[in-house]
Every structure is written in C-alpha cells, then in structure tokens.
C-alpha cells in the first residue's frame, strides 16, 4: 500500500466511521466503504496535484536563496549564511525537497 493509498483509506474512514467498524461488512456496509473511498480520492487528487506544483515551486525559492546567499558571500566575506537566523528554516525546506525527491543543489 503507498502512502498515497493509505492516506485514501484513513480518508474514508473519517468521512464514514461507521462503514469501516465491521471486519466482514454487509452488502450495504460494504457499499457504504466504496462511496467513502470514492470521496476520500476525489478529495485527495487535487492535493497530491498541488503537491507536486508546491514542490517545483518550493525548489525553485530554495535555489534563488541559494543563489543569492552566494552573491552576497562575495560582497561580504564575512557573511556566513550557516550563522544566520534563516538558516534553520532553510535546513527544514531542504529536508522537504529530499522527503519528496527533489534533492536541493
């Protein structure tokens, strides 16, 4: 099962709790846990669209960052972007893209 299918799943059963109570459900139970998936995948489609787009964009900001920590590190030769306040928050994005593939040059 990937993630994305358990995500469906847990999904249906919050949208129908009482469809996904029994092991071996009635024909109607049963009904019911098919239209609570269908629901869940419905919802869940778009998300994992957008999830996608958000990730392009947000490797996109993280090499601009990286970028222009790079110019003013030649401006400034004592600037050290590791020493800066952003720099736990840029750990936490490139930790994000690595998660989703999209390892951070």
Do not use: C
């Not at 919050?14 to 919802?43: C, G, M, T, W, Y």
């Amino acid at each position: 099962m990937t993630e994305t299918d358990d995500a469906i799943a847990r999904a249906a059963q919050i949208i129908d709790q009482h469809a996904f109570r029994q092991e071996n459900p009635s024909v109607a139970l049963a009904r019911r846990q098919q239209i609570a998936l269908r629901k869940a995948r419905d919802v869940l489609s778009f998300a994992a669209a957008e999830r996608g787009d958000l990730v392009s964009a947000l490797a996109l900001a993280h090499e601009q960052i990286d970028t222009l920590f790079a110019m003013y590190a030649l401006k400034d030769q004592a600037f050290r972007p590791t020493e800066t306040e952003l720099w736990p928050e840029i750990e936490r994005r490139a930790e994000l893209l690595r998660r989703h593939g999209r390892a951070p040059k």
